[in-house]
């Protein structure tokens, strides 16, 4: 992710300068390095901390790691992006936002998808339709993610090495079962998408819970149903091998719909489609375009990641934020394996 989309998104801003990169494996660090003329070179992420020119970082590492790695440098006086998840357990992020807030710090989570031009405007339209009551009621909510080809052929070079990253314990919470630590971790870096997806489309912030967790033995596929701002929103996840990405979200009013569909990942400037039902007496489907029309909503993230840091406003998807999507995904997996 830093080589194919991050590094590249973050040089082409123009507020933005690239000074540094941090690689434990030196060869690939190296070679990185060289590839894109990035000036410094550290050997480790607490030795670029150490650097006064640096104001901010852009942290991509294995997940639990990660989480690490972007506290340290939170405690360094460093404003953090960093990919999802923010962390694997709510001990874990509450460290990371307490760190945040003793140093004066912003995080920021890449969720991308709240940056998509596509779902901006069905947040925008769904907020309409609720302020208006013109299409009733807000019924129901599903969010359907079973993935497929999420890289589409992009064709950005990547460097590799035959250097092996190096071993970390996963601060899993304590209520977890060793043995249940691999497809927990996996649910969680799929679905904390989603679920954050939902809670923006509904603006229901803190104000969520787990209401039924319906999944199969692997601890992946299956239902999950949430209470969000008072709304019941279901989340269906599994896998089938598409040749595109199957996600889509569908949000039902009792006199109409908001469906929307995800892009592929990493296939740049395709934002979500939209798709707007309006029942009644006049049966009306539309299609409303995004403006702008032809976006990739990794390098707007990126974008408002360097313009916030710049002033006082929170970031759309903040630590603080992600915080809930931590606490829920501990909910889903205390549900499933039938923890108290």
């Not at 460093?78 to 945040?100: G, R, Y």
Request: with cysteine; proline share 5%; glycine share 8%.
């Amino acid at each position: 992710m830093a080589q194919k989309v991050h590094i590249p998104n973050f040089i082409s801003i123009p507020d933005c300068q690239l000074m540094a990169i941090a690689e434990v494996r030196t060869e690939l660090g190296k070679k990185v390095q060289d590839r894109y003329q990035i000036p410094k070179r550290y050997n480790h992420h607490l030795e670029l901390a150490k650097d006064d020119e640096i104001e901010a970082v852009a942290v991509s590492a294995g997940f639990a790691l990660q989480g690490q790695i972007a506290k340290d440098l939170l405690s360094a006086g460093k404003h953090v992006f960093m990919e999802k998840p923010m962390a694997v357990s709510i001990k874990q992020a509450e460290e990371m936002l307490e760190a945040a807030e003793l140093a004066g710090t912003k995080l920021m989570v890449g969720y991308m998808k709240r940056y998509d031009a596509g779902n901006e405007l069905v947040r925008t339209t769904v907020d309409q339709f609720r302020q208006t009551g013109e299409l009733g009621a807000l019924t129901y909510v599903r969010n359907h993610g079973f993935g497929g080809d999420w890289v589409c052929n992009l064709d950005t070079p990547r460097d590799t090495t035959n250097e092996q990253q190096p071993g970390v314990s996963e601060p899993i919470p304590d209520w977890l079962p060793a043995d249940r630590a691999g497809s927990y971790l996996s649910y969680l870096q799929q679905y904390t998408h989603n679920i954050n997806l939902l809670r923006w489309f509904l603006d229901a912030g803190d104000d969520a819970s787990v209401k039924v967790v319906d999944l199969d033995g692997n601890g992946f596929n299956g239902v999950v149903i949430f209470e969000m701002a008072g709304n019941r929103a279901i989340l269906e996840s599994g896998n089938i091998s598409h040749y595109r990405w199957d996600e889509h979200t569908q949000i039902y009013f009792q006199h109409g719909w908001v469906h929307t569909w995800a892009p592929p990942l990493l296939l740049k400037n395709i934002p979500a489609e939209i798709e707007v039902y309006r029942a009644g007496e006049e049966q009306q489907i539309f299609r409303p375009i995004p403006k702008p029309s032809w976006t990739w909503s990794y390098y707007r993230e990126a974008e408002h990641f360097i313009q916030n840091i710049r002033n006082n406003e929170p970031f759309r998807s903040s630590g603080q934020d992600t915080l809930t999507d931590v606490r829920l995904y501990e909910e889903i997996y205390k549900k499933f394996l039938g923890i108290d």
